[in-house]
T-cell receptor, first 113, second 116 residues
Framework: GENVEQHPSTLSVQEGDSAVIKCTYS??????FPWYKQELGKGPQLIID?????GEKKDQRIAVTLNKTAKHFSLHITETQPEDSAVYFC????????????FGQGTELSVKP | GAVVSQHPSRVICKSGTSVKIECRSL??????MFWYRQFPKQSLMLMAT?????????EQGVEKDKFLINHASLTLSTLTVTSAHPEDSSFYIC????????????FGEGSWLTVV
């Protein structure tokens, strides 16, 4: 069935460094790839998304890249700050499923001051 | 931007009782709402998908008679955990999507359920 693999499961960086989280998906019909940030005890917050008709999208310190051929997509956070510490989830969905998301396993990012 | 609100944020109930969790889209019409369950340090597990005015579609292994989902309007979906047991204790999260931007999903803040 549909599957999204996310790596690494934990990531620790120094403040100011960059962080990269990678995901692969199995369903070649997937065309929407959002990234969510989840803080402890809260619901996931959409931070950036990308659709299959583009290869890269950037929003200030956050960027996402998509390689449809390889079925890979990645989240890049530059100039990390302690408040970036959280669990990050990637997800994938098909357009014809009304937004049904398949989630990766999550990455716990820790940014040390 | 779009906002999805969940209520209550925390609830404690006794074994055998039922508890209802509400999910509301505040500034858009949610044609589809999703209910997830999340255990500590784990990913989100989709329980069911509900479309306004029709019966929910449950994922494999999710008991539809135990987790009753109603999506009576374009702004409200409810999840009722019936005859709750301690193993039902979990973090329940809803999400919603609408026609204003297809496939953009917004999540609620989640509801912590503790069954004692």
């Amino acid at each position: 069935g549909e599957n999204v693999e996310q790596h690494p499961s934990t990531l620790s960086v120094q403040e100011g460094d960059s962080a990269v989280i990678k995901c692969t998906y199995s369903d070649s019909a997937s065309n929407y790839f959002p990234w969510y940030k989840q803080e402890l005890g809260k619901g996931p917050q959409l931070i950036i998304d990308i659709r299959s008709n583009v290869g890269e999208k950037k929003d200030q310190r956050i960027a996402v890249t998509l390689n449809k051929t390889a079925k890979h997509f990645s989240l890049h956070i530059t100039e990390t700050q302690p408040e970036d510490s959280a669990v990050y989830f990637c997800a994938a969905s098909r357009g014809n499923q009304g937004g049904k998301l398949i989630f990766g396993q999550g990455t716990e990012l820790s940014v040390k001051p | 931007g779009a906002v999805v609100s969940q209520h209550p944020s925390r609830v404690i109930c006794k074994s055998g009782t039922s508890v209802k969790i509400e999910c509301r889209s505040l500034d858009f019409q949610a044609t589809t709402m999703f209910w997830y369950r999340q255990f500590p340090k784990q990913s989100l597990m989709l329980m069911a998908t509900s479309n306004e005015g029709s019966k929910a579609t449950y994922e494999q292994g999710v008991e539809k008679d135990k987790f009753l989902i109603n999506h009576a309007s374009l702004t409200l979906s409810t999840l009722t955990v019936t005859s709750a047991h301690p193993e039902d204790s979990s973090f329940y999260i809803c999400s919603a999507s609408g026609t204003q931007r297809p496939n953009t999903i917004y999540f609620g803040e989640g509801s912590w359920l503790t069954v004692v």
